[in-house]
């Protein structure tokens, strides 16, 4: 079984930088694991900020940039905003007969 | 506009079947894959399986949570995903997500608002 594994909570300062970071149980990410980010306030649908690692929707604020970082995929923010908290998980690509498996996810608080 | 508007959500008891529809605009359906993803309740997101176009085999995989007992599948012509739930449990209780993916870029950009299926006797 397979396990993608996310901080389960950060909180960061308003204007300050937050690294959100997801693992796979099977070693190193890369960027053949297409890692997305998804972005979800309580009770919305999710939202997509980046996938295939670094790319960014028309819709992704400039503040959110993805990366791969010490064999993990991450999600930074630079020049936090109170309306950056929610919840963000992780999505890795692992091909084979369960392809796509979701973070734990991160709670993200502003304070 | 794209939209994904999903409907067949409701109360079912354990052990019955339901069926989810997931009914698209603004894009070309048959391009794309479409993808399930759940929400159990206070819980996070779970990826509950998939359908390709028919540019790649129009092929299903599922998440080993589901697997034997739900079914996707989907008519273009339409612009209509399915997913057919079968032998429910408690645990299948969750809001139910559809979702677009180009296989060329591996990105789920558009989503539904979800619709709620709750498994109780």
């Known amino acids: 079984q397979t396990v993608v594994t996310q901080e389960p909570s950060l909180t960061v300062s308003p204007g300050g930088t937050v690294t959100l970071t997801c693992a796979s149980s099977?070693?190193?990410?890369?960027?053949?694991?297409?890692p997305s980010w998804f972005q979800q306030k309580p009770g919305q649908t999710p939202r997509a900020l980046i996938y295939a690692t670094s790319n960014k929707h028309s819709w992704t604020p400039a503040r959110f940039s993805g990366s791969l970082l010490g064999g993990k995929a991450a999600l930074t923010l630079s020049g936090v905003q109170p309306e950056d908290e929610a919840d963000y998980y992780c999505?890795?690509?692992?091909?084979?007969?369960?392809?796509?498996?979701f973070g734990g996810g991160t709670k993200l608080t502003v304070l | 506009e794209v939209q994904l508007v999903e409907s067949g959500g409701g109360l079912v008891q354990p052990g019955r079947s339901l069926r989810l529809s997931c009914s698209a605009s603004?894009?070309?359906?048959?391009?794309?894959?479409m993808t399930w993803v759940r929400q159990a309740p206070g819980k996070g997101l779970e990826w509950v399986g998939l359908i390709r176009s028919k540019a790649y085999s129009g092929t299903t995989e599922y998440a080993a949570s589901v697997q034997g007992r739900f079914t996707i599948s989907r008519d273009d012509s339409k612009s209509i995903a399915y997913l057919q739930m079968d032998s429910l449990k408690t645990e299948d209780t969750a809001v139910y997500y559809c979702t677009r993916d180009a296989a060329t870029t591996e990105d789920f950009d558009y989503w539904g608002q979800g619709t709620l299926v709750t498994v109780s006797s």
């Open positions: 999505l890795l690509y692992f091909g084979g007969a369960q392809p796509w498996v």
């Open positions: 099977t070693g190193a990410v890369t960027s053949g694991y297409y």
């Open positions: 603004g894009f070309t359906f048959g391009d794309y894959a």
